[in-house]
């Protein structure tokens, strides 16, 4: 059974975390109470342990950062007055290094603060007892060193933490626009198919003709042509009601131009059959010239009307739906 890589370090940093407590004890001959030391070395494990292998994701719960402040400013305080200042530098002061372990992992899993205030108040508690001469025989410089430590291995996991949320988040992105684009090549799929089915007749027609086109044939012909260009470009500018309005301005012999560029490509299907409901009503009162109609992608707009006439400078219609 393998062991993920979480539990291997865990397991190797509460090995690294339990050290202290065997020069505890060993120093516990120094005490005139020993129950104090065996009381501040449960408070150490009661933080140490869930600190190191406890939660779920690199950053844990405040109560347990308070937590640990609070073991980190009572210890010093618990036991100091009880070891004599001529044992600087012997095992009597082995909180130093478990407490720097502790703010350590604090700092690690999110809360440097927290691990920088109860750095703080060790020293201050260590000068009191020891003065000057503690700050080289007490472990001072190394747990500032594990503090500033885990500040910069918190900061790698938050950098890691973040570009893991972004590749997510692209990825979920990407299957949408997978997913989106499937969706329309079916739909373009189905109404291609239906559009060819609804011209197959008079295809027919042409082919038993045998290349003869009397005018009725001609002009159907070219109403079959646009129609099938309409949706092939149109794409989204397709509807019920958009084919019959375009197949009615043509009628009235209005050269009608469908271009979707992907201005509804994002768009809601509610929200599209209600742009193209004005779009409609807006072809529906041109009665010659030419219209083009317009899906922009990188518009303020999503559709636009624009409707002019041979030796007209300004157009008669030039309509922006959003």
């Known amino acids: 059974m393998k062991l993920s890589a979480r539990y291997l370090a865990s397991g190797a940093t509460l090995m690294f975390a339990i050290y202290p407590i065997f ?63 001529t044992e600087v530098g012997s095992y009597d002061t082995w909180f130093v290094g478990a407490l720097a372990t502790l703010l350590g992992a604090t700092a690690v899993r999110g809360f440097t603060v927290y691990a920088v205030a109860g750095l703080v108040l060790i020293i201050g508690h260590v000068l009191a007892w020891g003065g000057t001469n503690a700050i080289a025989n007490t472990g001072l410089f190394g747990a500032v060193i594990f503090v500033v430590s885990g500040w910069l291995m918190s900061l790698g996991f938050q950098t890691v933490s973040r570009e893991a949320l972004e590749h997510r988040d692209q990825a979920a992105k990407n299957a949408a626009s997978v997913a989106a684009q499937v969706a329309a090549n079916i739909e373009f799929e189905k109404r291609m198919t239906s559009t060819l089915r609804t011209a197959l007749p008079l295809l027919v027609e042409i082919r038993d003709r045998e290349g003869f086109f009397d005018d009725d044939l001609k002009n159907r012909a070219l109403q079959l042509e646009a129609s099938l260009r309409d949706e092939i470009r149109g794409d989204r500018l397709i509807s019920e009601q958009m084919r019959t309005a375009v197949a009615s301005a043509r009628m009235r012999g209005v050269e009608v131009t469908l271009l979707d560029e992907g201005g509804l490509a994002e768009v809601s299907e509610a929200e599209r059959l209600r742009i193209l409901g004005a779009v409609s009503n807006a072809i529906s009162g041109i009665n010659s010239g030419r219209i083009t109609v317009r899906a922009p992608s990188d518009a303020e707009f999503r559709v636009s009307v624009l409707a002019t006439r041979a030796g007209e400078p300004k157009p008669d219609l030039w309509l922006k739906i959003s």
Do not use: D, K
């Not at 150490?44 to 980190?72: C, D, H, K």
């Not at 400013?73 to 618990?78: D, E, K, Q, T, V």
């Open 23 to 85: 020069l505890a004890v060993s120093s516990f001959e120094h005490l005139a109470r020993p129950e104090i030391g065996w009381f501040a070395c449960l408070l150490y494990l009661a933080a140490v342990f869930p600190t190191v292998a406890g939660y779920r994701g690199w950053r844990m719960p405040t109560f347990q950062a308070v937590l640990n402040f609070a073991v980190a400013a009572f210890i010093p305080f618990l036991l100091l007055p009880h070891i004599p200042p």
